[in-house]
C-alpha cells in the first residue's frame, strides 16, 4: 500500500498542533490523549507509527499528572 502524502502530512501537522498545546498547557495530558486517539490514520500509516508512539508517552505522563493532581487535592 502507497502511503497518501496528503493525509500524512494531515496527521502529522495535528500531532505537532497537540504537541504545541500540551506545551503551552493549554490542555492536560488526558485531553491530549483523547484528541490524539481521534485523529483518524488508516490512510496514513507512517504517520500512525508516530501516533502510536506520542499515545503512549501521552498515557505515561497522564498517569504522573493524575498523580500529581490527586496528592495536592
Known sequence: MIPDLKAEIRVYRQIEEITTLLELKIIS??????AVQLIDVESAPLAAHKRACFVDYLEALSDVWIQEKTASD
Open 29 to 34: 495530558p488526558v485531553v491530549a490523549l483523547r
